[in-house]
């Protein structure tokens, strides 16, 4: 049939059998491989089997709780879930997108720059679209979760501050661990965690945060959970209990509404923060959810600077509430006769220039320059005590210097002193500016909490107390610097007069019935006159007032700062406020809800006689005469007039 | 003269050992699939199974002389075949391997042409007269051989393509090659490989990435080399004993890539260890040296070089799958036969042992 030999029988025997032992040795080889995994290597293979398909998953502890003085809660947590969006499988997401969009009411915008913002990141770690889910959200991605393969929840601990705004600058913040802090954490920390960022936050971070507990669970190939293995439950955060009073709180708030400063109420045997106002402020519960980037530059941005807790962190003129350190210092030096007086025809000349002062005060005294807050009388002392045993008596009664409060954040402020002034400056001390440190101008930068605690010190015969928040803090820790009775009895008595005596320089409603409320004005320039002038525009004073009852060896102490007030005197409402609220308490009775502010209730008499006199005297220091309250006539810089000859 | 097929001398022991790899396929595709979307896949297989087996009986019914006679004929339709594919074909997973038949079943080209290939070199060996093969002859059947070799590479599918190689290689062994031509052709193969070494910047990219992650493969952990290393593990990790039916977590949760296809070996491994391995590999050499004694027995050349045309092309996809599931020889996308899942793998598994059946039924017939 073929050309083809069919019926070739030359079949190779031979070959075909070797062709057998080959094979035979082909399978014998293989087998040699498998050997070596499955029996020689077997124990690494299966590690790296268990690794593969077992992931563990943290358990985010919740933070703890703070409490305030009497336990009501002021910052909580509470569990959330965060909507995930996996993106392992690029067609997927982008088939679902648009059911995606209307189910959870994200827009296509919002979605598509949240992922092109994960591009850089491994295609298997998800994306949160939505960081606070709804109930409705909730129910979406459950009743979809067949169907819409791409979602998947995370459970997550929200920070919750109830009240807002309340206490924020004191509280502080929360946010995502920064690289910074991821490094020194020794690895505690994984990128993504939840730290305290400022205020209470960070100062107590340790104890609040908890220790995240871990979900063992098996995955897939794409990461997909399958079951879960076992669980190490979290341990929560410690709560922690602060000294601050809600109700005193409260009252300070309210009468802070709107403006710009700080309010500092102290427990004044013991140093326990009873209430820590800074406005303008910030509400931490933006934080608690990932800030959007434009309004965290905002809060950075903002003139009016938000996130400073202007507390411990505001350093300014104190203006004449210094005149306390002032008269310590006059009679504990006793360089100073304490019968000295002076007369006050309204101005003084030192140095061949003029320092001004608001009303011509006539024969003036110790207990009448506090009371009338004479700048003049002040201007003569300082002089005779020199910027050396100003700024040691300043130092000694813990201006200058931290108070050791537990915020981080903390100024020092200044006072001014030759050295310094060597050092900074280059030059030598200018006796001028003595004159103007004595009414608490010129170089000298204070906090309000130091301001609280200087006035503590002097009324309570030198007992300089630490500043704290948190209530376990048992042991108060107190720096002694002795004042001898009779000064304490001398400046407390001037302070009584400030609020109590018919030409002090509150008004007649800061008076409270049967309470020894007593306290200091203060009304500081933050301008030179100079540059005012050159400006041609006129920035309102900052006033001061600081507090305290009773008269001598205080229970508290409460410093208040207004940002243009204008004069000190409209400050000291607040102060009355707060300590008839601490008063009231203690008393039992129920405090109505503080309606009188700072704003609604008048300046004195005095105040608004001045300020009708205050053209007269021309020149370019005319408008040195728009104040009141112990104002002072002068510069507040080393550069400006102070050096004028 | 006309050679009448003996029902009797139909090779049962063949079909028992086909049958038990085939079970062992379908169970391990069961316990590769059964948990996931795509489940019912050994059902399917099955399917295939009895079409391949429907397949066996016809082709074991037509005379393989018949079938060698047409052999430059059906070399001709094969490589139309090829062609049509590489300008017609449709795209699917990359390749042009398919041409769409009536819609229905995608017949791939490719497969058809291992058996043509096995027919055609059958015919040209069973030709040559001479005890040992002259450089004429060793260049014949080269060209016949590597032309539907560069086709199939153009598709691209570089596994399929190799396979051809191994049916001209058995064939000259058997044929007889003498030793200078074996000596040259070493020679040649020595000097070609730092050729094709420099010349590999020609390869398609997923191939030059093949042959980078065979030599490095820790490389890349997620790429192709992770497709190996995912397989050592679910082998490594089986053991002595295996992790049990269904329970190889590699397997299970998806780290071995195609579990069900070309890397079902390491599947198998991971839940039935290497005394599962053993089984396995001891029935192919079983099937092996059952081919091989068919091939001993039978009746003319023409017949034992078709049987062993089908040996070397099935050793040669165990040898090559097996070897890549251990890390010992890159990914080059061979199916393990019988094992794998896959409908042109298997047809054409039962079309080449329905030559092996048509071979022998014919042994004893005049």
């Given amino acids: 049939m073929s050309s083809w030999n069919v019926n070739d029988q030359r079949v190779p025997q031979g070959r075909l059998t070797l062709f057998s032992y080959l094979s035979v040795a082909f399978v014998i080889l293989l087998l040699v491989g498998f050997w070596k995994l499955q029996v020689v290597q077997s124990g690494h293979y299966s590690d790296l089997a268990e690794k593969n398909g077992i992931r563990s998953i943290p358990i985010i502890a919740p933070r703890g709780a703070m409490l305030d003085r009497e336990g009501r809660v002021l910052v909580d947590s509470y569990p959330s879930f965060s909507i995930l969006l996996l993106r392992d499988n690029r067609k997927l997401v982008q088939k679902y997108l648009p059911e995606i969009e209307s189910g959870l009411g994200i827009s296509a915008e919002d979605l598509n720059s949240q992922l092109e913002a994960a591009k850089t990141e491994p295609r298997f770690m998800p994306v949160i679209i939505k960081p606070e889910a709804s109930e409705a959200d909730l129910a979406f991605v459950e009743s979809h979760r067949s169907d819409i393969p791409v979602l998947d929840l995370m459970m997550v601990q929200r920070r919750h501050y109830p009240y807002g705004e309340m206490l924020a600058s004191a509280i502080g913040y929360v946010g995502e661990v920064s690289a910074q802090e991821l490094e020194q954490s020794d690895g505690r920390y994984a990128p993504g965690d939840i730290v305290g960022k400022a205020g209470l936050e960070k100062e107590y971070n340790g104890q609040l945060e908890g220790t995240d507990g871990m979900r063992r669970v098996v995955v897939n190939s794409v990461g997909k959970v399958m079951r879960t293995l076992d669980n190490v439950q979290p341990i929560p955060g410690k709560p922690i209990q602060l000294t601050i009073d809600y109700d005193l709180q409260k009252v300070a708030e309210q009468d802070m509404e709107g403006k710009e400063g700080a309010v500092v109420a102290m427990d004044a045997h013991t140093g326990a923060i009873l209430a820590m106002v800074s406005r303008p402020t910030f509400n931490p519960n933006d934080f608690a959810v990932r800030i959007p980037p434009r309004e965290w530059k905002q809060l950075n941005t903002d003139p009016e600077t938000p996130l400073l807790n202007r507390a411990i962190q505001a350093q300014l003129a104190p203006g004449s509430v210094f005149k306390i350190v002032m008269a310590t210092a006059m009679l504990e030096s006793k360089a100073i006769p304490p019968t000295y007086t002076v007369y006050c025809p309204g101005q003084a000349t030192f140095y061949g220039r003029v320092f001004h002062c608001d009303h011509a005060h006539g024969e003036v005294d110790l207990h009448k320059a506090i009371v009338a807050s004479c700048d003049v009388y002040f201007y003569h002392v300082g002089q005779m005590l020199g910027i050396d045993r100003i700024s040691y008596f300043a130092n000694a009664l813990g201006l200058g210097h931290l108070t050791g409060i537990d915020l981080p954040g903390e100024e020092p402020g200044l006072i001014p002193s030759e050295q310094w002034v060597e050092r900074v400056y280059h030059h030598k001390w200018y006796p001028g500016s003595t004159i103007s440190v004595s009414i608490g101008q010129g170089s000298v930068m204070v906090t309000p909490i130091q301001l609280a605690r200087m006035i503590t010190a002097v009324a309570s015969g030198g007992n300089l107390v630490q500043p704290h928040l948190l209530k376990d803090d048992t042991d108060v820790k107190i720096t002694r610097f002795p004042i001898s009775q009779n000064t304490v009895d001398q400046v407390t008595q001037g302070m009584w007069g400030v609020v109590n005596e018919p030409d002090g320089t509150t008004s007649e409603l800061v008076k409270l019935k049967d309470i020894d409320f007593c306290g200091k004005t203060g009304t500081a320039q933050t301008m030179s006159y100079d540059l005012e002038h050159r400006l041609g525009k006129h920035i309102k004073e900052n006033g001061w007032f600081v507090g305290y009852e009773p008269r001598e060896n205080p229970d508290i102490v409460v410093a208040a700062l207004v940002q243009g007030a204008g004069w000190g005197s409209f400050v000291a409402p607040i102060v009355r406020d707060v300590v008839k609220a601490y008063y009231d308490k203690k008393n039992g009775v129920i405090s109505p809800p503080a309606t009188s502010t700072a704003e609604n209730s008048a300046p004195s008499g005095v105040s608004h006689s001045l300020v009708a006199a205050a053209g007269a005297p021309g020149a370019s220091a005319s408008a040195a005469l728009r104040s009141t309250g112990g104002r002072a006539g002068v510069v507040n810089a080393e550069a400006a007039g102070a050096q004028r000859p | ?366």
């Fill in chain 2, 1 to 366: 003269m006309k050679n009448r097929a003996r029902l009797q001398d139909f090779d049962w022991v063949l079909l028992a050992l086909v049958g038990a790899i085939s079970l062992v396929g379908l169970l391990e595709i069961y316990s590769c699939t059964h948990a996931g979307s795509l489940a019912g896949m050994q059902w399917k297989q099955l399917m295939w199974i009895g079409i391949g087996m429907a397949g066996m009986c016809l082709i074991a019914m037509i005379d393989y002389h018949t079938l060698l006679d047409q052999a430059p004929a059906l070399y001709i339709v094969g490589i139309a075949g090829l062609l049509v594919v590489l300008v017609l074909g449709f795209s699917r997973l990359g390749a042009k391997r398919w041409i769409s038949l009536g819609g229905v079943v995608n017949l791939q080209v490719s497969e058809i042409m291992k058996l043509i290939i096995i027919i055609v070199l059958a015919r040209y060996f069973t030709d040559v007269r001479s005890e040992r093969l002259t450089l004429t002859d060793l260049a014949k059947v080269g060209a016949l051989t590597l032309v539907p070799v560069g086709l199939i590479l153009k598709q691209p599918d570089l596994g399929t393509a190799m396979v051809l190689v191994p049916v001209a290689l058995v064939g000259i062994f058997l044929a007889g090659v003498q030793w200078k031509h074996m000596a040259i052709g070493v020679v040649v193969i020595a000097l070609l490989v730092p050729i094709a070494w420099n010349m590999r910047h020609h390869l398609k990219p997923y191939q030059q990435q093949r042959i980078q992650t065979f030599l490095h493969p820790e490389d890349n952990p997620r790429g192709a080399g992770y497709q190996i290393l995912q397989s050592e593990i679910a082998v490594g990790s089986g053991g002595f004993w295996g992790k049990g039916f269904g329970k190889g977590s590699q397997n299970q949760l998806g780290f071995v890539p195609v579990r069900y296809s070309d890397f079902i070996l390491a599947a198998l491994a991971e839940e039935q260890g290497f005394i599962g391995v053993c089984f396995v590999l001891l029935l192919y050499l079983g099937l092996i040296l059952r081919l091989v004694d068919n091939a001993q027995k039978a009746k003319d050349r023409a017949g034992m070089y078709i049987v062993m045309g089908v040996t070397a092309v099935l050793g040669f996809q165990v040898l090559v799958n097996t070897a890549m599931v251990i890390g010992y020889m890159p990914v080059t996308g061979i199916p393990l036969p019988l094992i794998s899942y896959g409908g042109s793998s298997i047809a054409f598994v039962f079309l080449a042992l329905g030559l092996v059946m048509n071979v022998r039924m014919r042994r004893f017939v005049n």
